[in-house]
C-alpha cells in the first residue's frame, strides 16, 4: 500500500495534476491592502507577489531614462499614477511587493506589471537597469461591481500597452528634441543626472529614441487596438525576423490584435495561443512570448555567452505559478446567487451544442492534460486576420530560402535554451520535452495547426470578457445571441452580472469598429449550434450554467 500510495504521488507529479485542496473554500479573500478582494485559485500572496513582480528580461528602455521624463507637453511627469490608471494598468500596493521584488521601492505609486531588469552580463548594450513587462501586465484583471473591486489574477488585462508604448516614445522624442535646442524641458530633466554631462545624456537618449522608432517602425498597427487587445503574435513574429537578421516576405503588419489570453489551465493543453501556434513546452512558449515583450536575442552569440536577456530560471518560476492556477469561481455574495436549478437545464444544453468543442476542466476535479479542438476557420466563422497572419507569413533566409515563420522560433529558441551559460536549464528542456512527446506525440498535436482556433475548457469564462478570440464581443449574451452584437466600447472595468461581461456603454473606454478586418465580430453563432439558439430555453440557462463554470 505504501509503494503504491509512493507510485500515486509520483505519477501526480510527472502528469502535473494538482491537489484540490486549495479548492475547498472558494469564498474571496481580502487582500492585505484592504483595497480589492482576492478570489481563490490556488494561490496564496507570496504567490501572487512572485507573479507580479519577478522579471523574464524584458528591456523597454533604460529605467533611469524613463523614471525622470515628463509628458510631452507638461511638466508632468510621465512615469505617474495617473498616466498608468489612465492607460488601465493596475496599482502594485505596498502588500503586493517584497525585499525579493524587481521593482524601485522608492516609487510609491508603481504600476503592476513592470519590473527593473538589471542585466549585468551578455552584451554590453543589455547591461545596467530597464524597465520591463511582466506576465501580470497582460494577465492580471479587475472587475468593479457596485462598489466592490475584485482582482482576478491570470485574467485578461484592460490595458492599453499600444497607448502606452506610443506614449513613451512621444516622451522620450520631446525631451530629446527639447535638449538638441538647450530648452528648460531637457534642463530640468538633466537635473536628476549629476555628474553625467549633459551632451552624453543627450546622446544616450537619442540612441533610445531611434531604437523605440525602429520598433514602432515595424510594429505599429494601421489602427490602434485599444484596450484589453494587441496582436502578440504578430510582435513576435516581426521581433524574431529583426533579430535573426533576416528580411520578412512581403508586408509584415500587426493588424490582428487579440484579446489576452487567461492563463489557468494553459500549462495543461498540447496547443497554446489562440489558432494553438505554440506547443507544449513551456519553456518554448515562455521563450518565445519573451521576445515579444521586449527581451533580446543575439543570434551570433557563442556558445559562452548569454544570447539573451532572459533569465531562464525566472521563466521556471512564472511557469511553475502558472501551472497551478485555477480559474475564478462566481463569486456569489458579490455578483449575485446563482440560479442552480436554471443552470442545470443550461449544463444540457451545453453538453449538447458546446462541449463538442470545449472540453470540461472541472474547477474542483485535479487539474489534467487535455488535447484541444482546432475548429477551422470556415466552421467557426469569426475573424480570420490572426489564424491568417500566424499560418503564412514566411521570412526569406540569408540562403535565399524562404520558411514559415512559425517554424523559424525553433533555432533560436534552441540557442537560448541551450547555450553553455544556460546548460542546466538545458536539460531541464529536455526533461520537459521528452514528457511532452510521451502526453502528446512528436508534434504536439502540430497536424492541426493552420487556419483554427482553439476550442479550450471554458472554466472561469464569466471572468474573461471581452469575448470571441479578438475581443470583439463584449459580453456572454451577445456571444450566444449574435444579432445582439454591435460596435462597443472597451475598457470598462463595470461589470454586467446579468449578460456577463463589462459596460459596453461606458465611453471612457476604447470604440471598436467591429467592420475592420481582425477587429470582425462575426461567427460562433446557429451554423455552429444547428440553428440560433432560443432566447427562454437555451440562451439564458447557458449564460447561467457558464457562472458556474
Not at 507 to 527: C, E, F, Q, V, Y
Not at 533 to 547: A, S
Request: aromatic content about 10%.
Amino acid at each position: 500500500m505504501k509503494r503504491l500510495g509512493l507510485t500515486l504521488g509520483m505519477f501526480l507529479m510527472l502528469t502535473g495534476c494538482t491537489a484540490t485542496s486549495c479548492l475547498t473554500n472558494l469564498q474571496p479573500w481580502p487582500d492585505p491592502s484592504g483595497k480589492h478582494v482576492n478570489l481563490q485559485q490556488c494561490w496564496d500572496k507570496s504567490d501572487q507577489i512572485r507573479f507580479y513582480t519577478t522579471n523574464q528580461g524584458s528591456q523597454i528602455a533604460p529605467y533611469d531614462l524613463i523614471k525622470h521624463l515628463e509628458t510631452p507637453l507638461s511638466t508632468d511627469k510621465f512615469f505617474a499614477r495617473a498616466n498608468f490608471e489612465r492607460w488601465r494598468f493596475l496599482q502594485l500596493e505596498k502588500t503586493d511587493m517584497d525585499q525579493d521584488s524587481d521593482v524601485d521601492k522608492d516609487i510609491q505609486d508603481w504600476p503592476l506589471g513592470f519590473v527593473i531588469n538589471d542585466i549585468s552580463s551578455g552584451k554590453e548594450a543589455w547591461r545596467g537597469k530597464w524597465l520591463g513587462l511582466t506576465c501580470a501586465g497582460c494577465h492580471s484583471a479587475q472587475i468593479e461591481y457596485q462598489a466592490k473591486t475584485i482582482r482576478i489574477d491570470g485574467a485578461p488585462s484592460m490595458a492599453d500597452v499600444s497607448q502606452f508604448l506610443w506614449d513613451l516614445r512621444a516622451a522620450l522624442r520631446a525631451t530629446y528634441e527639447d535638449g538638441l535646442k538647450n530648452g528648460d524641458k531637457f534642463k530640468r530633466y538633466a537635473k536628476n543626472f549629476p555628474g553625467e554631462w549633459d551632451k552624453a545624456l543627450l546622446g544616450r537618449l537619442g540612441h533610445v529614441v531611434i531604437e523605440r522608432d525602429m520598433w514602432h517602425d515595424r510594429n505599429d498597427p494601421p489602427t490602434p487596438p485599444g484596450f484589453a487587445r494587441l496582436d502578440a503574435v504578430g510582435l513576435i513574429f516581426n521581433q524574431l525576423i529583426f533579430m535573426s537578421g533576416n528580411e520578412p516576405v512581403g508586408n509584415f503588419t500587426t493588424d490582428a490584435p487579440v484579446s489576452f489570453p487567461f492563463l489557468w489551465d494553459t500549462s495543461h493543453h498540447n496547443q497554446t495561443q489562440w489558432n494553438g501556434v505554440s506547443p507544449a513546452l513551456p519553456m518554448v512558449r515562455n521563450a518565445v512570448q519573451g521576445i515579444g515583450a521586449f527581451t533580446k536575442y543575439d543570434p551570433r552569440a557563442s556558445g559562452l555567452e548569454d544570447p539573451s536577456t532572459i533569465p531562464l530560471s525566472n521563466q521556471r518560476i512564472l511557469q511553475k505559478l502558472v501551472s497551478q492556477l485555477r480559474s475564478p469561481a462566481w463569486p456569489q455574495d458579490i455578483l449575485g446567487a446563482l440560479d442552480h436549478k436554471k443552470a442545470e437545464l443550461g449544463r444540457v444544453v451545453f453538453e449538447k451544442k458546446c462541449a463538442s468543442c470545449h472540453a470540461s476542466q472541472k474547477r474542483e476535479d485535479p487539474l489534467r492534460y487535455i488535447k484541444m479542438a482546432m475548429i477551422p476557420v470556415q466552421v467557426v466563422k469569426t475573424d480570420s486576420k490572426m489564424a491568417d497572419n500566424a499560418d503564412h507569413r514566411e521570412l526569406r533566409k540569408s540562403n535565399g530560402s524562404v520558411e514559415l515563420v512559425a517554424d523559424a522560433t525553433k533555432p533560436a529558441v534552441t540557442h537560448i535554451v541551450f547555450s553553455l551559460s544556460h546548460i542546466g536549464e538545458g536539460f531541464a528542456f529536455v526533461g520537459e520535452a521528452l514528457s511532452a512527446i510521451f502526453r502528446w506525440g512528436w508534434d504536439f498535436g502540430r497536424d492541426e495547426f493552420g487556419d483554427r482556433y482553439k476550442g479550450r475548457p471554458l472554466d472561469g469564462i464569466w471572468a474573461t470578457a471581452p469575448y470571441l478570440h479578438n475581443g470583439s464581443v463584449p459580453n456572454l449574451y451577445q456571444l450566444l445571441v449574435p444579432a445582439e452584437r454591435k460596435p462597443f466600447y472597451v475598457g470598462s472595468r463595470q461589470y454586467d452580472p446579468k449578460h456577463v461581461g463589462f459596460d459596453p456603454e461606458d465611453k471612457r473606454g476604447t470604440w471598436l469598429d467591429t467592420s475592420i478586418p481582425g477587429n470582425l465580430n462575426t461567427g460562433h453563432d446557429g451554423a455552429i449550434y444547428g440553428g440560433e439558439l432560443d432566447m427562454d430555453k437555451e440562451v439564458w440557462p447557458l449564460i447561467e450554467y457558464m457562472k458556474t463554470l
